[in-house]
């Protein structure tokens, strides 16, 4: 979803007012590896997606390479306020044109309070020919000035837990990062370690 950042649902964002107030978005990057929720899934892979918002609604697509073709994203939902809590509800679907990986489809929840973002995604993975498998994926991060620290996991038929901690700004016009990511044996198979660095751009549309 959008730059890495993003996917990690940092959403603090159904009543439509029009579309002369809607934002229209696109958006370009690169990563030296690609890596979600803790998972390796390539190398160098280049990225772009486009999105709208309105009001507290949102729905956009976005593409990774991934090698055996392309992961295809698509999601939407809404955010509102409640006094000093932003409150998040949506769904994502992934989708890939090759033989990489197979379809995945959840309910995304979201709530952020101050420096505190809690996310939790509750999904059914396709598995190809064999039995479809529930999951549920939870995180807390915690952001300030750019720097972040994030800790997730994942239960049901899929195990697993990663930290990530990193640091973005923008330079120039152009997003940058920097993340670190420790991905434990239960999550990957083995313990593993990564140095991500990403770069994007956001046009208005």
Same mark, same amino acid.
């Given at each position: ?70 992961? &295809? ?122 140095? &991500? ?9």
């Amino acid at each position: 979803m959008k730059t890495l950042l993003r996917r990690g649902l940092l959403l603090s964002l159904l009543t439509i007012t029009g579309v002369a107030n809607a934002d229209w978005s696109a958006n370009l990057g690169f990563a030296s590896e690609y890596y979600y929720r803790g998972i390796f899934q390539e190398s160098a892979s280049a990225n772009g997606g486009i999105d709208y918002e309105n009001g507290g609604f949102y729905a956009g697509t976005w593409a990774a390479d991934v090698g055996d073709g392309l992961e &295809v994203d698509g999601y939407f939902g809404y955010g509102t306020t409640v006094g000093k809590v932003d409150l998040t509800v949506g769904f994502t679907g992934y989708y890939y044109t090759g033989d990489f990986d197979d379809t995945y489809q959840e309910i995304n929840l979201g709530a952020g309070f101050g420096l505190l973002t809690l996310d939790v995604a509750i999904g059914e993975y396709d598995n190809f020919d064999g039995p479809k498998q529930n999951y549920t994926f939870y995180s807390a991060t915690i952001e300030k000035n750019g720097f972040y620290g994030k800790l997730g996991g994942f239960s049901q038929d899929f195990a697993g837990e990663y930290l990530e901690v990193g640091y973005g700004t923008t330079v120039a016009e152009i997003d940058v990062g920097l993340s670190l990511i420790f991905s434990n044996e239960d999550l990957v198979g083995e313990n593993d370690e990564a140095i &991500v660095l990403t770069i994007g751009k956001a046009f208005d549309l």
